[in-house]
């Protein structure tokens, strides 16, 4: 099939972009921005310019099969410093984009909306995709809006779209500067001798997926036939902060220094994901233990610190 990647220089796009490929896919990434780790793959084609860059959108999309859209402009914390853009540019200029499909004939849109904000603070855990929506962020409520227009194209219009709802996603590639992302933001400080900063007491719970089973999860849930348009990704299981800081000094093997600071207002005390749905209907359930997958991750980091004068890492 020709797959667009909407985002697809990100982290997670980047590890789809790489399951694509594999799976014999003709592959177009649509970005602002280079992969920051990795030169550009052979027999991908990079297109670049804004989201809201229509004109430039509409090019990327033509030919387009299977849409895959992960671009976000803002992210939980960010997006509440000023929601009209948020709303305009995610909310918005998506709708331009279900416009624009449904005019060339695209297939399929398959949208990474947000395991971990469109439920808000959950009344009943692990959280199923029909638990209330009660978003506590603007991020979370641009998500869930545009899940409910991809719902009313579907209806008015026939275009075909499945929602991801993934949980903390983690693995190699993701911007450890980011304020996103606890452990790659743990273990690249770590890897600098820095103190941890933990926000709150440490009791926050979350649930957290090794990328490679996101991708998969994302990959079935594109090529199979379900019988739902909505699947949550994660481990299923609820972790603390605490239980993270453990698994990560039995995989780094030093001394780590943590410093507990104020908790944020839009972070929920506990949440965690039941991943039933996806098992069922797509038989997919995560394969990469906590430890497992947090080792990969610091071996990624430690790959990038050996090469302090190179974006790239060393050509394998
Ligand atoms: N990482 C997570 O834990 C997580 C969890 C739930 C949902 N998500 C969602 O998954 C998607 C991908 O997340 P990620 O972690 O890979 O993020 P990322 O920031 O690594 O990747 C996003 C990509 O989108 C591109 N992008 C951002 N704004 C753009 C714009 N205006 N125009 C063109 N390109 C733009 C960026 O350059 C980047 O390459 C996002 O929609 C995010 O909200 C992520």
């Not at 808000?120 to 029909?130: D, M, N, Q, R, Y």
């Not at 849930?221 to 699947?231: D, E, F, G, L, M």
Request: a negative charge; hydrophobic letters at 35%; proline letters at 6%.
């Amino acid at each position: 099939m020709n797959a667009l990647v909407l985002g697809g220089n990100g982290f997670i796009g980047s590890h789809l972009v790489d399951r694509l490929i594999a799976e014999g896919h003709n592959v177009r990434v649509y970005d602002k921005y280079e992969e920051y780790f990795r030169r550009p793959l052979p027999g991908v084609d990079y297109q670049f310019g804004e989201f809201g860059n229509r004109g430039l959108l509409a090019d990327a999309l033509q030919e387009m099969e299977i849409v895959f859209h992960l671009i976000s402009t803002s992210n939980p914390s960010t997006s509440n410093v000023d929601p009209a853009f948020d709303v305009q540019s995610n909310v918005v200029d998506s709708l331009f984009l279900l416009e624009k499909c449904v005019e060339i004939g695209t297939r399929k849109i398959v949208y990474v909306s947000s395991g971990g904000t469109v439920y808000g603070s959950p009344s009943i855990l692990p959280v199923l995709e029909t638990h209330p929506t009660e978003p506590m962020c603007s991020y979370g409520i641009s998500k869930l809006t545009t899940e409910k227009y991809l719902a009313l194209y579907r209806l008015l219009k026939r275009l075909d779209y499945v929602v991801i709802r993934p949980s903390n996603a983690y693995g190699p590639r993701q911007n450890p500067t980011s304020i996103q992302g606890a452990i790659p933001v743990f273990l690249s400080r770590i890897a600098r001798n820095e103190t941890i900063e933990v926000w709150g007491d440490g009791s926050v719970i979350r649930d957290y997926v090794y990328v490679n089973d996101l991708v998969d999860g994302i990959y079935r849930a594109t090529v199979q036939t379900a019988p739902s348009r909505i699947y949550n990704f994660g481990c299923g299981v609820g972790l603390s902060l605490h239980d993270i800081v453990a698994s990560v000094r039995r995989v780094v093997d030093r001394d780590i220094s943590v410093l507990f600071s104020e908790k944020r207002v839009f972070d929920v005390p506990s949440i965690y994901l039941d991943v039933s749905r996806a098992w069922n209907e797509l038989g997919w359930k995560p394969m990469t233990p906590i430890d497992d997958g947090i080792r990969q991750t610091w071996q990624f980091i430690l790959s990038q610190k050996e090469q302090p004068d190179s974006r790239y890492p060393a050509e394998k």
